[in-house]
Structures are given as C-alpha cells and as structure tokens.
T-cell receptor
Framework: GAGVSQSPRYKVAKRGQDVALRCDPI?????LFWYQQALGQGPEFLTY????????KSGLPSDRFFAERPEGSVSTLKIQRTQQEDSAVYLC????????????????FGPGTRLLVL | AQSVTQLDSHVSVSEGTPVLLRCNYS??????LFWYVQHPNKGLQLLLK??????LVKGINGFEAEFKKSETSFHLTKPSAHMSDAAEYFC?????????????FGTGTRLKVLA
C-alpha cells in the first residue's frame, strides 16, 4: 500500500508568516510522530500522537509550534510567526503499535517537508 | 536516559571494499536499535533493527549489524560497497523511558563511495 506522504515537499516562507505542514500516515497506523531535522543533523523528536490524542509534545521548541490530528489519521504541524531558526526538514513517521514489544516498532517515514524561512 | 553516538561523521570507501559505520549506545534498558539510511531528498528507510532475538542482524541491500553488549556497540557493516550505497546513515535507539517509544537519532554518518 501507500507509504507516508507529506505536503508540501518544499515551502518558502517569509519571516513572520504562518505555515501548515500536512502528514498522511499509513492507513490504520495508530502512532504518529513529528521530527525536525536541521541541516547536517539527525532528526529530533517534536511530538507524538496515539490516534487523535497528543500524548507527548515535549519536543516542540516553542509555543509557536502546534500540531493536531483531529480524526486520528491526517496530522498537521503548524508554525506561527516563523523565524529563520525554524528552517529545517520536518519529518512525519507512523507506526502500528503492538500489544507488547513496543520498543521494537518500526517507524515508517515520509519524504519530509523542507521549510526555508527568509 | 538513552542515547546513541555515531563515531564518524564522514566515511569514504572505494567501490567493492568493506563498509564499517560505527555506533555506540547508552541505555538503562535492553535497547531496541535501528539503522536507517537517507538518500538525498528521500525519506528515511529502515535497513535493519535489533530486537534481542539475535545479536547478528541482517538487513536489506547486504547490510548487517552486530549487537555487542560488552562494548555497547551496534556497528553497521557491508562486505562490498556499491556506488548506490552513498547516503547518510543514522543509528537510532527507541526511547523506552518516555512511554512513547520515540526515536533518538545519532548525528549521522555520511558515506561516500569512490569509483
């Protein structure tokens, strides 16, 4: 079946502009993660959803970042009043948790949205 | 707390020679470890994962990794590099302390394959 998709693939924003990044997870996947990958770095965790519930948002860097997944499928990451330091690739991943051995779950990643704030 | 350290930011090998990408981990749990590959402008693709079933893990495209608890290592190897292996490689540990099992990534190793 289809993998994780993200849109747009590229986004250029002027400083101060609001942006919305979309993630379509693999159908039926309960868990959804957002990561931020700065240039030359490994991805860093932003937030986690289990179905529609946002269970962990400890990685969101400021209150300008907001994520939602209202129906437990598609998720949107919104950044308000973008700053140059928000320039990065935003990755979405989904997984299907098992009743045991959750640490072994494979996360399936989308291609990412590359955000450039000028 | 859990973490992974990738010991080399860049590795260059000649085509047809062995590949070794090094990763050390720190975990207070029995770790779940992964290697992912990222080609330019592509998503992260799982190469292999260690889930305690076997210490030598075979993955896709001829890659394998060996879990060594005594050395807290999980190095990635391939007997013969191919030009198509040129990419960024990430060692990952699943965060078992958070309840979310989010991934903790290393800083990455860029593999260059010389013709």
């Amino acid at each position: 079946g289809a993998g994780v998709s993200q849109s747009p693939r590229y986004k250029v924003a002027k400083r101060g502009q609001d942006v919305a990044l979309r993630c379509d997870p693999i159908s039926g996947h309960v868990s959804l993660f957002w990561y931020q990958q700065a240039l030359g770095q490994g991805p860093e965790f932003l937030t986690y959803f289990q179905n529609e519930a946002q269970l962990d948002k400890s990685g969101l860097p400021s209150d300008r970042f907001f994520a939602e997944r209202p129906e437990g499928s598609v998720s949107t990451l919104k950044i308000q009043r973008t700053q140059q330091e928000d320039s990065a690739v935003y990755l979405c991943a989904s997984s299907f948790p098992r009743t045991s051995g959750r640490s072994q779950e494979t996360q399936y990643f989308g291609p990412g949205t590359r955000l450039l704030v000028l | 707390a859990q973490s992974v350290t990738q010991l080399d930011s860049h590795v260059s090998v000649s085509e047809g020679t062995p590949v070794l990408l090094r990763c050390n981990y720190s975990s207070s749990y029995s770790p779940s470890l992964f290697w992912y590959v990222q080609h330019p402008n592509k998503g992260l693709q799982l190469l292999l994962k260690y889930t305690s079933a076997a210490t030598l893990v075979k993955g896709i495209n001829g890659f394998e990794a060996e879990f060594k608890k005594s050395e807290t290592s999980f190095h990635l190897t391939k007997p013969s590099a191919h030009m198509s292996d040129a990419a960024e490689y990430f060692c990952v540990v699943s965060d078992q302390g958070s309840g979310t099992y989010k991934y903790i990534f290393g800083t990455g190793t860029r593999l260059k394959v010389l013709a």
